[in-house]
């Protein structure tokens, strides 16, 4: 069976006109299999792309709920929108909202992490798993979300810089978790005393994770029905809201509902982050 690896090279060339700020992204994407040959991927550019440029691989389009949908893309921003933007994104305020980077999440779903395990594919060794990089990010997760937040001004951290220095979320006004579904207690700790997260994604702080710094791998603790089938989230948190809301992906009814120290929202946006300008716009607002 032949690998395909997706490489994705993105050069970002940033640029003022007008006093305002835009990017412009030009991507080289190649398909590299294990034994070093290198061939042309061509993308295609997306026609729903109102907000935002977007091309994607052919190979990443799905269907969700009757409709076609990048499950990957590389965005940008498009010039004749720069007064949209202003009021969407943070380019030149002092102060950013910051957002949690979930790669600890793409870890537990990558291959013989703890998926493989709940599936019965592998035993307790898949309980231990490597720490993945940014660039194995997908829906599971929110690639979207990360590209989208980054292009728009956001400031942000991996999961792991937030672990080793929570109380870097002091600095920040507003605090924006993503599918983080995989966090260690000492996040969870930071996360959950600060007074204004914006819980982007339902599922959010489910599972108790261990973290190993030197041989950079994460191991499974609490939560998803481990170690006992009857456990759901891991932290026993009040908050917690993945039934019915992580499975409601078409977000035709959004809305963001307050809780103690923040809001939540009430579907899953992966699909719908790089569409909908009134959702970003909240986003900015709360």
Not at 74 to 79: A, N, P, Q, R
Not at 264 to 274: D, G, S, V
């Amino acid at each position: 069976m032949k690998i395909i690896k997706i490489i994705v090279t993105s050069v970002i060339i940033i640029g003022i006109i007008a006093s305002t700020l835009f990017f412009i992204f030009e991507s080289d994407f190649t398909q590299e299999s294990i034994n070093g040959e290198n061939e042309k991927v061509e993308l295609i550019e997306w026609s729903s792309g109102e907000l935002f440029s977007i091309l994607v691989d052919p190979n990443d389009l799905i269907l969700v709920e009757g409709k076609t949908v990048p499950l990957k893309a590389t965005f940008g921003l498009k010039k004749e929108l720069n007064q949209t933007y202003k009021k969407i994104g943070f380019f030149d305020e002092e102060k950013k909202p910051l957002f949690i980077i979930p790669t600890f999440t793409a870890s537990a779903y990558s291959k013989n992490g703890f998926y493989d395990f709940y599936k019965g594919n592998c035993s307790e060794q898949c309980l231990t798993t490597k720490i993945v990089t940014e660039n194995k990010l997908d829906y599971s997760s929110s690639a979207n979300s990360v590209k989208i937040l980054q292009l728009l001004g956001y400031d942000s951290i991996s999961d792991l810089e937030l672990h080793r220095n929570p109380s870097i979320l002091k600095n920040y006004g507003k605090i924006i978790i993503l599918h983080n579904e995989y966090v260690s207690k000492i996040m969870f700790d930071a996360i959950t005393s600060h007074k204004n997260v914006v819980f982007l994604y339902p599922n959010s702080m489910y599972v108790e994770i261990e973290l190993d710094e030197v041989n950079n791998k994460i191991t499974l603790i609490r939560g998803h029905g481990y170690p006992n089938s009857d456990i759901t989230n891991g932290f026993n948190w009040e908050n917690e809201n993945t039934n019915p809301y992580e499975f409601d992906s078409g977000c035709n009814n959004w809305e963001f509902y307050p809780i103690l120290n923040g809001h939540m929202l009430n579907c899953y946006p992966e699909q719908i982050i790089w569409q909908d300008e009134l959702l970003l716009k909240k986003l900015k607002e709360l």
